[in-house]
């Protein structure tokens, strides 16, 4: 047989769906995995699907030669250990000039490491975000490779094809800059999500819990709230859930999901990554800590019993208004969300010399990926206005909106603490808001604590400077 254009190893359901979007836009590939029935149930697969030139072997040398040279493999594999097992596999069997890239949910530093120890090799690498699930790789996702630029060079043409197409503003794939950029830009995408899906389910739980809507009736809100501003991958899956009935017994599915969230680890990390840089993202950490919480489930059940009691106010609840209450409190604190993580991203970028383009960044997540929603559109835009935007809430636009949702945000806020229902996604976004917006912060106060215990110093509003004062020997000689 001919030469493929580039090989895939690593095939769990997301690597076989990405070969398959690969050759089924009509580049040639070779795929690979250690274990070998994957690999024949994805030529299978690709017979299947349409007589795809997709190539199966099970044995990494004829794998890697039976691949153009420079050759190119993307690796699709569980991140750490077994991605370095999976590098000193096809590393044996490349040559110089040839390129390996990462396409999984990698730690940033473990890329530039990595990119380091193959140029030593004369090799190339890039580290790969790919966003989307197994549906986003079969039909195309969202793309964010980092790295060496001339191994994104060599796939250029075969990345714009097989990410996701935005008929406004193109394909969901830019080159986002050098080391380990493009895992790290990935993983705060994760952490943005984390908090999307939380101040999703906070609207849910108000709706359900203070409001009493029906599973059909959340289905109708939220399908109609999928056609305006909210326009979003994540809101029109919410309404479909809502909509699917339990075939295992009575009633709606979602009431029998058990309340305990998994995750993966990229939502800790961006959390632990803000930390680091002194960055307040308080929405993406109380969506963490929310499925911290919900990991306690025999706890909490124990908990429900000591602390029982009705936490309703029982006060008559309009539900038209509160539909519309609760749809501008869920976007008002999305918007902190995204501020959030696009200022990690903007500090990383600053620390590290990468140059990131926040703009395309919200353009590339237009489409393919799980964050995809209109909005994004809109932060493209305000980046364009103000590539040096201190914070995304400044934009003139973003204000605004904010400001005439205000008033309703406080009235969900309050009347979820009223009726006993945690909002902590939400109060942790007004909080945010709140103490951006304030001039002043009761953080004098903490100051003079510290310079009183520690003999920190501190800076003064009337005159520059640094000082210290010895307040426990004023306070006591006064007694």
């Known amino acids: 047989m001919a030469l493929t254009r580039i090989g895939l190893a690593g095939l769990a359901v997301m690597g076989q769906n990405l070969a398959l979007n690969i050759a089924e836009k009509g580049f040639p590939i070779s795929v690979y995995n250690r274990t070998t029935s994957k690999v024949d149930e994805t030529v299978q697969r690709a017979k299947i699907e349409g ?14 030669n039976s691949i153009q040279k420079p050759r190119v493999v993307i690796m699709l594999v569980k991140a750490g250990a077994p991605v370095d097992q999976t590098i000193a596999t096809l590393a044996a069997h490349l040559e110089q000039g040839d390129c390996i890239i990462d396409g999984g949910n990698e730690w940033y530093e473990n890329t530039e490491r990595r990119e380091k120890a193959m140029e030593e090799r004369g090799l190339l690498y890039l580290g790969m975000g790919v966003s989307g699930g197994e549906e986003g790789a079969r039909h195309g996702p969202s793309m ?8 994104y060079q060599y796939i250029e043409d075969i990345l ?10 193109g394909p969901c794939v830019t080159y986002i800059g050098k080391g380990g950029s493009g895992n790290f830009v990935k993983m705060v995408h994760n952490g943005i999500e984390y908090g999307d899906m939380q101040l999703i389910a906070e609207a849910y739980d108000v709706l359900k819990s203070v409001g009493k ?39 709606y599915l979602v009431d029998k999901v058990l309340d305990k969230t998994g995750m993966k680890g990229t939502g800790k990390w961006t959390v632990q990554q803000a930390a680091e840089l002194s960055v307040a993202a308080p929405t993406i950490e109380a969506s963490l800590d929310s499925r911290f919480l919900s990991g306690l489930k025999d706890e909490r059940v124990a908990a429900s019993k000591i602390f029982q009691g ?6 008559p609840v309009d539900k038209a208004q509160l539909i519309e209450d609760v749809r501008k409190a869920l976007y008002a604190s999305k918007i902190c969300s995204y501020a959030q993580g696009m200022n990690i991203i903007k500090a990383k970028s600053t620390e590290k010399g990468w140059g990131l383009n926040l703009g395309e960044l919200a353009r590339i997540w237009k489409g393919g990926c799980i964050i995809r929603a209109s909005f994004l559109d809109r932060i493209k835009k305000a980046y364009d206005r103000n590539a040096e935007l201190a914070n995304l809430l400044i934009d003139p636009e973003f204000a605004q909106e904010i400001m005439d949702r205000q008033a309703a945000w406080r009235r969900v806020v309050c009347l979820a603490i009223n009726n006993g229902v945690s909002t902590p996604g939400m109060s942790a976004s007004l909080a945010y808001f709140d103490s951006y917006r304030r001039d002043r912060l009761p953080a004098n106060l903490v100051q003079a604590q510290r310079d009183y215990f520690g003999a920190h110093t501190y800076e003064r509003v009337d005159m520059p400077g640094s000082f210290h004062t010895e307040w426990f020997k004023i306070a006591n000689s006064k007694i």
């Open 144 to 151: 964010m490779p980092g790295g060496s630029l001339e191994a």
């Open 51 to 64: 007589n795809l030139p997709l190539y199966g072997f099970h044995d990494p040398a004829s794998f890697v």
């Open 213 to 251: 809507l029906t599973n059909s009736e959340l289905q109708q809100v939220f399908s109609e709230w999928n056609k305006g501003e909210l326009l979003s991958f994540l809101v029109e899956i919410t309404a479909d859930i809502f909509g699917i009935k339990d075939d295992q017994g009575e009633g």
């Open 160 to 169: 714009l094809k097989v990410s996701a197409q935005v008929p406004d503003s």
């Open 310 to 315: 009705d936490y309703s106010t029982d006060l």
